[in-house]
């Protein structure tokens, strides 16, 4: 019979040596780094980066989490960096790494922050994909030796639960998550979707910060709470039983655990997962609120209407000739060739592209401007808290 590990470690605080020993631990109980990865690896650690806001809203994969997961890994001898393509889509990118703490952090130890809507894009074509034949990913994503998720533990009001594959889709960069939502609008379809993105980017090990957490209306606008755990498991499907047990949900109710199961990327059998440390009855959450307001109201919508909303998306890259220095960094960074030099100024050819917007990211002069339909302005709203 297949089975699994997960492992459940007490840690009641954020102070860097006790939550050092607690993550350590807790791989130990799992087996160890050394099943999961080598020395002089190529690690990319994904946490969770939802919002502008600091740690202790318990939105975000809390920094001092990945730095001395980061720093457990570095010392073990493999070469971690910390990639994620936040919540905010593009404007609110630069503040969620700012106010998150995540951007300082990384500053003070010398880890190196790699933002996933720059750093170039890969077309994959997931084995088991149905809404979505193919889709773009972040090509360092694909490059790393080990991705490991790095997940915050909270309800979602939607999807159930923010947990280790639903972090994934922070690997599509920037705007292209959109192409998501658009395919699969309803809950149960997006669980579909992500699954594929899981069996493409396929994390080697996840971390789960739930030393805090958040209940009730998240994932963002929820109560912050002490929880008092970190969780690890080599299977992300696996963590997210666990997690979802521990907040009283059924895990396979949780749509993107069900897709990933269906897909055989894991196991959420609870009766498979051997669980060490704490046991899974002392775990669980005492007085945790499940607001599931928004699934139940986005379940109603009929389908044709949120395709609807999805097509009125739009976001075009424009450019302010006055702010131009002629640089051709635009060019260089488009992964389709759209743009190209016309009377001396970059131009688009709208046939070819795919609105990536990295002309936007990389231009050093901040000479490209986007121009948004209302419906994607309304969105790129409720991602970031505002434009």
């Known amino acids: 019979m297949e089975t699994t590990k ?39 650690l994904k946490p969770n980066m939802m919002a502008s806001k600091p740690p202790e809203k318990a939105i975000n994969t809390h920094p001092l989490f990945v730095r ?22 593009i404007f609110g990118t630069r ?9 300082n952090m990384a500053r003070e130890i010398g880890a190196q922050i790699v933002k996933l809507e720059s750093s170039g894009i890969v077309k994959v074509r997931p084995p088991f994909g149905k809404k979505l034949r193919e889709f773009y990913i972040a090509k360092p994503v694909l490059d790393a030796d080990i991705v490991v998720s790095i997940p915050k533990f909270k309800v979602h009001g939607t999807m159930l639960l923010t947990g280790a ?21 309803k809950p149960d379809e997006f669980g579909d979707v992500l699954a594929d993105i899981l069996s493409v980017v396929r994390p080697k090990l996840a971390v789960m910060d739930a030393v805090t957490g958040m209940d009730g209306n998240g994932p963002t606008f929820g109560r912050a709470r002490e929880v008092g755990f970190v969780l690890a498991s080599p299977d992300c499907v696996a963590m997210d039983a666990v997690a979802a047990s521990m ?14 199961v269906r897909k055989g990327l894991g196991i959420a059998d609870l009766s498979k997962i051997e669980i060490s440390g ?25 389908r044709f209407l949120l395709k609807l909303y999805g097509l009125g998306f739009k ?29 001396n100024l970059p131009e688009v050819d709208f046939k070819k592209c795919i609105r ?27 991602q970031a808290g505002g434009i």
């Open 6 to 44: 997960v492992g459940i470690v007490r840690c009641k605080t954020y102070e860097y040596s006790e939550l050092r020993e607690a993550i350590e631990e807790s791989l130990r109980l799992i087996g160890g780094l050394e099943k999961i990865m080598r020395r002089g690896d190529n690690v990319l």
């Open 247 to 260: 907040m009283g949900i059924e895990p396979m109710s949780v749509y993107a655990t069900r897709h990933a």
């Open 278 to 302: 704490v046991p899974l009855s002392e775990a669980k959450i005492p007085e945790w609120v499940l607001d599931f307001t928004s699934n139940r109201t986005v379940s109603r919508i009929p």
């Open 165 to 185: 594959i639903k972090n994934l889709l922070g690997t599509i960069p920037g705007l292209h998550k959109v192409d998501f939502h658009k395919a699969a609008p």
């Open 315 to 343: 976001a075009y890259p424009v450019l302010i000739e006055k702010k131009c220095r002629r640089c051709q960094e635009c060019l260089k960074g488009c992964p389709t060739g759209a743009r190209f030099f016309k009377n």
């Open 95 to 103: 503040r969620v790494w700012k106010n998150s703490g995540m951007e």
């Open 356 to 382: 990536c917007l990295q002309c936007f990211e990389v231009c050093p002069h901040r000479a490209v401007h986007l121009k948004f339909s209302y419906f994607a302005k309304q969105w790129l709203k409720s």
């Open 68 to 89: 001395a997961l980061f720093e457990i890994i570095r010392d073990f001898g493999a070469r971690p960096v910390i990639g994620e393509s936040p919540g905010g889509a």
